[in-house]
């Protein structure tokens, strides 16, 4: 069953030099259940995909078009008081360096306590019993919610911030970069707690990285962001084993591999467009070794190859990518 479905999105910032064109045509669809990763160079409109679902964009940001289903309803259309009740307990969104904005003056756990109270009606003594398992959960002792946020690590910060994601019980949570601000060692432990917490509850997660090797070990569904699109979408074995989009090929070719054999990594040569002005037909093609024509004049579609496995390049299946 899908729990989620984006078709054809589209949003942009405006800003006093024109529109930053952040998500283009953006079709996705997760499984309950399922882990997606979304993986792309900084600046690409990961966030702007994870923000546009919850419709928690800033002022100067706009849905153009497209739908985005949740459990088959459409939240586009829906208004700021009905996305209130999708948000926490239908899809709750870790952001980016969220474990910066725990208020120092305040207990963690007392914190989650009222983002607890003010979503669900339970007394305090519930939703402290409530925070009490969250942490063992997340692999923290209990008694550490009475701890103030400067007396915690920045795993454990970590920590507290996936517990407070997970407090109202969401179908889905999309965690942006959960890990990306934390040394490599504790970044290894919070992405295998995140393993085993998805597999535990069979929840439903978006993973956000710029960073394919960490999406690889947490999510059975890549999608590769580029310049606004979303240019390849299939499960992870297939994406590494056999890549449709020369984007993803690059991609691919650019990070070491830790389990692997050593190879030469080779990195896409140029630069990411500005969204600002972002190249005409293919977005990709002013860096694609294989573009033609077509590919500055057409956008490709994003299509269906195989099953479950999504590619937008015009060439798709007819090229040998090396
Ligand atoms: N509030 C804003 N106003 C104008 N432009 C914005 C705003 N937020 C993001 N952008 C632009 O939108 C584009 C997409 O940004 P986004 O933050 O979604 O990228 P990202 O893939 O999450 O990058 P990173 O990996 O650095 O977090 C970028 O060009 C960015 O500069
Ligand atoms: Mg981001």
Redesign the pocket.
């Known amino acids: 069953m899908k729990i989620l479905e984006v078709n054809n999105l589209r949003m942009y910032?405006s800003?006093k030099k024109g529109d930053?064109k952040?998500v283009e045509g953006v079709s996705l669809e997760i499984g309950k259940g399922e882990s997606v990763g979304l993986v792309?160079e900084?600046?690409?409109?990961?966030?702007?995909i994870g923000i546009s679902i919850l419709k928690l964009l800033?002022d100067?940001?706009r849905i153009l078009d497209g739908e985005i289903l949740f459990k088959g309803e459409d939240l586009v259309p829906k208004s700021e008081d009905e996305m209130r009740a999708v948000r926490w307990n239908g899809i709750s969104m870790i952001f980016?360096a969220a474990m910066n904005a725990l208020n120092p003056v305040y207990k963690v756990g007392d914190q989650i306590v009222e983002a607890i109270m003010i979503h669900e009606d339970v007394t305090k003594e519930e939703a402290h019993e409530r925070v009490a398992r969250l942490y063992e959960l997340v692999g923290m002792s209990p008694e550490r919610a009475e701890n103030f946020p400067h007396e915690y690590s920045g795993g454990m910060k970590q920590r507290a911030i996936i517990a407070m994601a997970l407090a109202c019980d969401p179908d889905m949570i999309i965690a942006d970069?959960p890990t990306t601000a934390l040394d490599v060692i504790v970044q290894d432990s919070i992405i295998k707690e995140i393993k085993k917490i998805q597999a535990k509850l069979n929840m439903t997660m978006m993973y956000i990285s710029?960073d394919i090797s960490v999406i690889a070990e947490t999510c059975e569904r890549i999608a590769v962001m580029y310049a606004g699109n979303v240019v390849e979408y299939a499960d992870s074995v297939t994406l590494f084993a056999s890549p449709l989009h020369p984007y993803t090929h690059g991609l691919l070719s650019s990070f070491p591999s830790i389990k692997g054999p050593l190879k030469k990594l080779t990195p896409i040569p140029g630069e990411p467009p500005n969204?600002l002005n972002p190249p005409t037909g293919c977005r990709f093609h002013t860096r694609c070794p294989y573009a033609q024509r077509l590919c500055k004049e057409e956008v490709p579609v994003f299509k269906e190859f195989k099953e479950r496995h999504y590619a937008a390049c015009h060439y798709a299946g007819e090229l040998s990518l090396r």
């Open positions: 910032f800003t930053v952040a792309g900084s600046g690409c409109g990961k966030t702007s800033p100067n940001g980016q970069e710029h969204l």
